[in-house]
């Protein structure tokens, strides 16, 4: 199982980014999926979350401002971030779990994309 995350750069405070997460060797139609963040000297963190039926999860310090989506049938998922503030500048990991529940610990995913950069500039 490979999952590709693309879609970061540049991009200044309050502009927007849509960052895409393909899948390979594994269908993730039932799987939650999930997207987490690591700034430099922190650690990684829940960022938004979706079920294999559309049900999205947000953190606290992105609700109203990110969308989380996917596309079963093209194994994508989709983070639309708007509104972006320096605080959200990270490296930006897709994840899959290997069941059907989701959780907010990155701990509890199976599977790991290499990470797409995200620089926010004030």
């Known amino acids: 199982v490979q999952l590709q995350a693309s879609g970061g750069g540049l991009v200044q405070a309050g502009g927007s980014l849509r960052l895409s997460c393909v899948v390979s060797?594994?269908?993730?139609?039932?799987?939650?999926m999930g997207w987490f963040r690591q700034a430099p000297g922190k650690e990684r963190e829940f960022v938004a979350g979706?079920?294999?039926?559309?049900?999205?999860n947000y953190a606290d310090s992105v609700k109203g401002r990110f969308t989380i989506s996917r596309d079963n049938a093209k194994k994508m998922v989709y983070l639309q971030m708007n509104s972006l503030k320096p605080e959200d500048t990270a490296v930006y990991y897709c994840?899959?779990?290997?069941?059907?529940?989701?959780?907010?610990?990155?701990?509890?995913?199976?599977?790991w994309g290499q990470g797409t950069l995200v620089t926010v500039s004030s």
């Open positions: 994840a899959q779990r290997a069941v059907i529940s989701g959780s907010y610990r990155s701990s509890d995913y199976d599977y």
């Open positions: 979706i079920s294999g039926s559309g049900i999205p």
């Open positions: 060797g594994r269908t993730i139609g039932l799987y939650f």
